[in-house]
């Protein structure tokens, strides 16, 4: 029987995801890996496996219900148990006002940003209250603030955080927490540079490109490490919190835990 912790971890082929994966896969975890694209999963098992971890590769959409299933228990053969969850699949598409949004790119954003989580959890839940495990949904400082043009994005989240509340109180062997990113470097702030002056008012798209000309987007690794440390060792009575990446009560545990790099910082 396995004995390093089992993770499931979606969105896992770029940006925040990968980073979590490549910190799980460091302390010898066992990680399973979804999302849409395999090429780019692959290259992340890779790493997984080169630094010690076990990974598993699963291509899937989390908006399909079935496809969560088979995530779970694809796992469970595999690695005969699972501790955690990691709910970080995400778009932020479309960005387009509430005025000129289709139904159906609406109806895609909620799927995927909180109908996949709640998916993920559904297909988990007798497994992780076996294990007494965790689940770490990643959330955003959207769920809170308003961005103009990404109203299902703000939505979801906003959604994703009361979810989290709601299940852990359903729950008293599962610790499930929010967690916010802060502005990370990754393919999603691309695009909201990419389309943003576009689509948004220009102060907000210009806030978008100082973010990234004025160096202030965290590495994926930065929010990574206090996820993968959450997904671990969330303590239970953080329970339904929405919780801050930078916190120093995640994020100095997650560095002694983690360290400052993985190895040869091949990672960022
Ligand atoms: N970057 C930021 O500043 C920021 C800020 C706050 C919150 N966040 C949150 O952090 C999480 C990760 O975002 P990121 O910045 O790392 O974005 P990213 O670089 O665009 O990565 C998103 C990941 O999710 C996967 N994915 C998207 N839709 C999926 C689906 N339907 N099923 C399975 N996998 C799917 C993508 O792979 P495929 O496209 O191949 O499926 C990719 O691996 C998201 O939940 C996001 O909302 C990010």
């Known amino acids: 029987m396995n004995t390093r912790p089992v993770v499931i971890i ?17 302390t010898g975890a066992a ?50 148990r699972l501790d955690a969850l990691v709910n970080n699949a995400g ?7 509430v005025a000129r949004t289709k139904p159906a790119q609406w109806r895609y ?11 993920m959890v559904m297909a988990t839940i007798s497994e992780l209250r076996r294990h007494r495990g965790r689940i770490v949904n990643v959330s955003s400082g959207a769920s809170q603030h308003v961005i103009q043009a990404a109203s299902a994005y703000c939505a979801a989240k906003a959604a994703l955080n009361h979810f989290t509340r709601v299940l852990a109180a359903e729950e008293p062997n599962i ?24 689509k948004m008012p220009p102060q907000q798209a210009a806030y978008y490109r100082q973010l990234k000309t004025q ?31 930078d916190d120093p009560q995640i994020s100095t545990p997650a560095m002694q835990l983690f360290g400052e790099s993985i190895e040869g910082n091949l990672y960022g």
């Open 109 to 119: 954003n909620f799927e995927v940003n909180l109908l996949g989580p709640v998916f």
């Open 31 to 80: 990680v399973t890996l979804v999302a849409r694209t395999e090429s780019g999963l692959n290259p992340v098992a890779a790493d997984v496996a080169e630094l010690g971890g076990k990974p598993l590769v699963i291509r899937a959409d989390v908006a399909d219900p079935d496809a969560c299933r088979r995530i779970a228990e694809s796992t469970v053969d595999r690695f005969g």
């Open 175 to 198: 610790t499930a927490v929010a967690a916010r990113p802060g502005v990370v470097d990754t393919r999603m702030q691309e695009l909201l540079r990419e389309k943003g002056p576009q």
């Open 91 to 97: 778009i932020v598409e479309p960005l387009e006002t």
């Open 10 to 26: 979606t969105g896992a082929s770029r940006g925040i995801g990968a980073a979590v994966a490549r910190w799980l896969g460091n």
């Open 215 to 245: 160096g202030r987007l965290e590495p994926a690794a930065v929010p990574a490490r206090s996820i993968a440390w959450l997904a671990l060792h969330a303590p239970h009575q953080w329970s339904g919190l929405f919780m801050n990446y």
